[in-house]
């Protein structure tokens, strides 16, 4: 019996477990800036001198450009950047960091990106490729809801588990009635 009790709290407590969550528009004030994460797009370009990195988050694209032998960034660097075929403002940050502010966000398929590097008495011409494809099912749910299938699952299953606790307690309550008749 205390097996049972045991058991039905920790499900009761796990079913609460939940509930410390926050939900969406709740807010500890300001939010950060957003930071370069795993899950923006990305595009690279190489050549023997150079090496640009680029990363889109919606309309701003932020360019990392380095040295290709020892990954120093490039000084005194002016950068050039065409996407699809049209020229487009770059604003230097700092050393080696470059930004473009898109008008639009890029559009679904292959964007073609083409960056002119002129450092010093070197120039290089480096191409690469972004490719922009639809999210998958589970990051159009968001974070927010995708919590919850898993609460409904688990609640079925602890459901489930107790149905089975009850009628085993019920089956041997219902063979210790018997022995104690015939004895």
């Not at 939900?23 to 190489?46: C, D, K, Q, W």
Request: proline residues 4%; contains cysteine.
């Amino acid at each position: 019996m205390k097996v049972f009790y045991s058991l039905t709290c920790t499900l009761f407590l796990s079913f609460i477990t939940p509930l410390a969550f926050s939900g969406e528009g709740h807010s500890h004030g300001n939010t950060p800036t957003a930071v370069p994460s795993m899950n923006m797009l990305r595009f690279y370009a190489i050549s023997e001198d150079f090496e640009l990195v680029g990363v889109v988050n919606q309309k701003q694209l932020i360019l990392y450009l380095d040295h290709h032998k020892d990954g120093s960034p490039v000084l005194n660097a002016k950068l050039n950047i065409e996407i699809d075929g049209v020229q487009v403002p770059v604003t230097r940050i700092d050393e080696g960091e470059f930004e473009v502010l898109l008008t639009k966000e890029l559009p679904q398929g292959t964007t073609n990106i083409l960056a002119t590097v002129i450092a010093g008495s070197v120039s290089d011409l480096l191409t690469g490729t972004i490719d922009v494809h639809a999210p998958d099912a589970l990051e159009s749910q968001g974070a927010s809801t995708y919590w919850k299938q898993y609460v409904f699952w688990f609640g079925a299953l602890a459901v489930g588990f107790l149905l089975l606790l009850l009628m085993i307690q019920r089956v041997r309550h219902s063979r210790h009635d018997r022995n104690g008749d015939i004895a």
